[in-house]
């Protein structure tokens, strides 16, 4: 759990960084959804790699980005949210989405790279 935490802090300081950069020229949504794309290739490998010291596989590499799919959604729904309902500033509402969505991802990524018997 603490690698998930790292590999995920270096995940978000980074995808974070484009997003702020991202909505000073584009609408918000967009800026979350490009930033977002960004991070998934960079938690792919560190979670393969670093977190769960996985074997890669290409299928495993097929899939993932369906993991992150399924938290984009949730995500963007609770930056909605809190942006719209809670009146959250758009340059902080991320964090909100990062602490609603962590443990899907933790649950989801363990599942698809621990699996031995994912066929390549």
């Known amino acids: 759990m603490i690698r998930f935490l790292i590999g995920g802090g270096i995940n978000t300081l980074a995808t974070l960084a484009l997003y702020w950069l991202l909505q ?3 609408h918000y949504q967009l800026a979350y959804l490009v930033s977002y794309c960004a991070g998934i290739a960079i938690s792919y490998s560190v979670n393969t790699r670093f977190v769960f010291r996985a074997r890669h596989t290409w299928l495993k590499f097929a899939v993932f980005p369906l993991i ?4 984009y959604v949730i995500g963007a729904l609770v ?4 942006v719209h309902q809670l009146g959250v500033p758009v ?3 991320p964090l909100v989405s990062i602490v609603a969505t962590l ?3 933790f649950l989801l990524t363990r599942f ?3 699996r031995d018997h994912v066929p390549e």
């Not at 992150?68 to 938290?71: G, K, R, V």
């Not at 930056?79 to 809190?82: A, H």
């Open 112 to 114: 698809l790279l621990l």
């Open 24 to 26: 000073r020229v584009m």
């Open 91 to 93: 340059s902080i509402a």
């Open 103 to 105: 443990p899907v991802s």
């Open 79 to 82: 930056l909605r949210l809190s």
């Open 68 to 71: 992150y799919l399924i938290t």
